[in-house]
């Protein structure tokens, strides 16, 4: 009975895809193939390389057609999913900047002019805060120099010196965590400072010795333009297969198995996780966080904010 049961879901499955093949050779719409894709409930990747095992159904002719129609599909699959995240991401920025403009509004209004008994009244955190700050000044300088004018008038300004030894100690030391140590990376600058990583140096300059000068500077060298969005860094990324931990035998061939690779859902959590934070998109701080996410620093599924560990 077990087997009966089994061939005829076999059989079932063969007709319902013969009967997706025919309606895609018979459309002409991409659209219109794509919600044929969707109702046969098998992933467009499988019913492309599936074809190839029911092509004896078809005639060249046919063949010929579904190939064809669904190359053209695919293309327009591209780019209706390129338009979808970059609206999201578009979504999220003006999402996000809206709240900025109303949390420093709210701020600006507040009567005791005390940043941390409004940011307690207001459920806040000095991090969400300062992210707030970082959205509209990377988005609206009219407001952000309405900022810093209210906070130099009441000195409320962060203690800049300290802000920059505890920026020196973390670079030197990095963050320890359950017993194991994470260097400090390029994500940790984005949450701790708002100074661009060009003048970091030169701002560190009067508080740090020559030790921590280096560091600094090697840091700023090697972090160069990583707060400077770069879009053809993201679309190779995009399009780039990346395979981690592959093995090798004694001859030096991979052995089959070993490896890792990151998948298109994960490369794009990586990126979302950036732009949710405000973090510049490009090379280097995709590489940043992709190395946290391998190392299980951090995890989409419990947050999509940063925070200093």
Known sequence: ????????????????????????????????????????????GQIKSNFYF????????????FNNKFQK???????????????????????????????????????DNDLNKFLTENNLTKTSFDSYLKVVKNNNTELYEKYINHINRIDEYNDIELIIKQFADKLENGYVLNDKKRDFDVLDYF????????????????????????????FMINNQNSDVEN???????????????LEYDKFGKIIEGSGREITKEETEK????????????????????????LNNYISFEETKKLKLN
Do not use: W
């Open 1 to 44: 009975m077990p087997d009966n049961k089994y061939n005829y879901t076999r059989r079932d499955s063969n007709v319902k895809l013969k009967e997706c093949y025919k309606k895609i050779i018979n459309s002409n719409d991409p659209v219109e193939i794509e919600n044929i894709i969707k109702e046969s409930n098998y992933p467009y």
């Open 191 to 218: 949450s701790l400072l708002n100074i661009p990583i060009k003048n970091i140096y030169k701002i560190s300059s009067p508080y740090l010795n020559q030790k921590q000068l280096l560091l600094v500077k090697k």
């Open 231 to 245: 879009e053809s860094d993201i679309k190779v990324i995009r399009e780039e297969k990346r395979i981690f931990g």
């Open 270 to 293: 990586i990126i979302n996780y950036l732009t949710d934070n405000e973090i510049p998109l490009n090379r280097k701080t995709y590489n940043a966080a992709l190395k946290r996410y």
């Open 73 to 111: 599909y695919l293309e327009y699959h591209k780019i209706i999913t390129k338009k979808n995240s970059k609206e999201r991401i578009e979504k999220i920025k003006q999402e996000r900047l809206q709240n900025a403009i109303n949390v420093l509004e709210l701020y600006f209004n507040n009567i």
């Open 54 to 65: 029911y092509s004896k159904y078809f005639s060249k002719e046919e063949q010929d057609i």
